[in-house]
């Protein structure tokens, strides 16, 4: 310590009120001593006492020449009292460690379907005002789930306030599932009423016995089938909306991910919806190189993990392949992709998740494997995706086609985009930075490009020309 500094901290003590001397037996703080342990000055005056202003030792840092000027009270090296002041608001949980959807949707809803026997599921966050605000409807692709437009969601919400989100699960995937199929009852005995709506508590898996998946209760009989999925975003728009008791069906944006693209463009095409799709939006699949990979897809899924001894596990390995490559999103919807195994034997010690009916995730042991078979449905593949670049480009309604890159593109798509100055056939975005996975890897610019498509395709935005009629009637036209 220099003359000056000494000089300083004495004129500092000298205006101090005196301190009790400390407790016998009492041992100082290890950063109290000097090197050879003692508390003294080289010329034989005390250094300050714990409990009253410390002095810095030799540093020029901000921190150091603060804390030596405030008197601030030092706490003892076991003690950390400003433990968890940094970070994020997360900081108290583990670094891979699951998110609830409450965060990102306002609420879900378990809609029966009495003419399939299909309970749907969705995530939803309704628009301000039905009759004037758009309504976002997403579906994603075959393994994966409604939260794979999560973050999306949210981004969508920051830009467009008004606007609704739904995403929905499809039959196979995430918490949609098939009703029980009814015991024979007695002739006497009336048949449950499976027409009501809403969040039945028997349609909520509560606990680990509970949870079980659609492919499970069908078996091997799983309808996959293009038109029975396009059927089923059909039925899911009615039920939301008359579960929502809207006067009025909101103006649709559909968007769809990889199989989800190719069932949007079918209901577009379809016109079930009518005039009330304005637009639709295909995340990275386009016939012909979705048709080539198919061939390599079974030596893909050969490469995945079979099973993941925790959650945390399961997101860790979608991050580090690359798979996702948003570590936030990878928390939210990756949870949703696992089950837990019934086939393989748990070991106390491993630490795993269940969702609960609040969105959040409790702790509990066992392994998680895949919810969906994926090799079960190859016999659909080929469906999918057939005949989808013609749908695509001559359905109703404003087009966007967002891909990874413009290697994905086949020759309808390629003659449709020289074709877009002439006749507007579709709008081309590429995000070369994201992997397959669009929406999830690059949540913001992905929200920003679908809600200028929106404000592009909105029709309440149209000012029309007065009518003829109108003009002759006011006198205005001669």
Known sequence: MSDLQRSFAKAKLSNLPFDPPMPLNTTLPENMLDEEGVNEAEDGTLKPLPGSISTAKDDDSSSASSTSSTGTIMPEPSKHLFAGSKGSPHRNQRPLSPLPWTQYFAQELYLPNPATHITHHIYLT??????TSPLFI??????????SFAILAS???????????????????????????PQPRPPNHALPDLSTTGNPASNIPSTNDEITTSAEQEGGNLDLRLETLSADVVAVVELTN???????????????????????TDVAMGGKLGNKVLGYAVLDVVEGSAIDALQSMQSYLSTRPKAFPTLEAGIEWHTRSRTIRNTTSA?????????PSSSCPASSNEDIVIRGSEGSWSEGSGPWTWLTD?????PFW?????????????ARGGKLLLLAGTDRLDKDLMIGQMQVLETGKYQLQVFPEAGHFIQEDQPEKTAMVLADFYRRNDRSALVLPPKVGDLLKSGIAP
């Open 242 to 264: 008359q579960k929502m008791a809207w006067t009025e069906l909101p103006g649709l944006i559909l968007v769809g991910h990889s199989l989800g693209g190719a069932v949007m």
């Open 374 to 378: 994926l090799s079960a449905t190859q």
């Open 126 to 131: 309704p628009p301000t005002n039905p009759t």
């Open 382 to 394: 080929k469906g999918w995706f057939v005949g989808l670049s013609p749908k695509f480009l001559s």
């Open 331 to 339: 928390r939210v919807s990756v949870p949703s992709l696992l089950r």
């Open 155 to 181: 981004e969508i919400k920051r830009l467009l306030p008004e606007a609704g989100v739904l995403s929905l699960d499809a039959r196979g995937h995430g918490f949609t599932t098939p009703d029980p199929i």
């Open 138 to 147: 997403t579906h994603h692709g075959a393994g994966s789930s409604g939260l």
